[in-house]
């Protein structure tokens, strides 16, 4: 399906670090976007990627892209406390978002 | 640009009662929208896609009946949950596409919440 799958379900590090998630897909796709939602919260677009594209950076972000494995992978560096949230990957293909599960993100003072 | 509200925010409804939500896109047009619903710590369910002058298509395993979608205008759906119950108790979002945009380009509500008592 359209959907994708994040990895790992959740994940807990100290402020300052880097996180690291990833997504994986079953189909092909045109572009990936990756949101974000804060606790009870609508969506916030991060950052799209489109299949022609490897690697891209906004701000503290950088998404990867590996159309061949079919996954792609959210850096946060220095992470704040305010990037707790949880966070989603969204395969894009034709009309439709689906979201997978996404991954809780803590970040601890 | 490109921002969408919902109202209400928050709601709170008794059972067997109607509760309206309404969806805007206040800067743009949105000859589609789609409407989600999510659990406490689980993603967004996609419940169905409302277009402007059309029947909304729903969903695999979404009740038409329960989930009244209306998208009259080009800046307005509303859903309907009609004859609410507590297991309807959710968090429900909905997103807006520019009117001749790509596919991605889909802009999100602040939700609702909705408690049925």
């Known amino acids: 399906s359209q959907q994708g799958e994040e990895d790992p379900q959740a994940l807990s590090i100290q402020e300052g670090e880097n996180a690291t998630m990833n997504c994986s897909y079953k189909?092909?796709?045109?572009?990936l976007q990756w949101y974000r939602q804060n606790s009870g919260r609508g969506l916030v677009h991060l950052i799209l990627?489109?299949?022609?594209?490897r690697e891209k950076h906004s701000g503290r972000l950088r998404v990867t892209l590996d159309t061949s494995k079919k996954s792609s992978s959210l850096l946060i560096t220095a992470s704040r406390a305010a990037d707790t949230a949880s966070y989603f990957c969204?395969?894009?293909?034709?009309?439709?978002?689906?979201f997978g599960k996404g991954t809780r993100l803590h970040i601890l003072p | 640009g490109a921002v969408v509200s919902q109202h209400p925010s928050r709601v709170i409804c008794k059972s067997g009662t109607s509760v309206k939500i309404e969806c805007r896109s206040l800067?743009?047009?949105?000859?589609?929208m789609f409407w989600y619903r999510q659990f406490p710590k689980q993603s967004l369910m996609l419940m169905a896609t409302?277009?402007?002058?059309?029947?909304?298509?729903?969903e695999q395993g979404v009740e038409k009946d329960k989930f009244l979608i209306n998208h009259a205008s080009l800046t307005l759906s509303t859903l309907t949950v009609t004859s609410a119950h507590p297991e309807d108790s959710s968090f429900y979002i909905c997103s807006a596409r520019v009117t001749g945009g790509r596919a991605y380009e889909q802009y999100f509500g602040p939700g609702t919440r909705l408690t049925v008592t």
């Open positions: 409302s277009n402007e002058g059309s029947k909304a298509t729903y």
């Open positions: 990627i489109r299949s022609n594209e």
């Open positions: 969204a395969p894009g293909r034709d009309d439709k978002i689906i």
């Open positions: 800067d743009f047009q949105a000859t589609t």
């Open positions: 189909t092909s796709i045109n572009n």
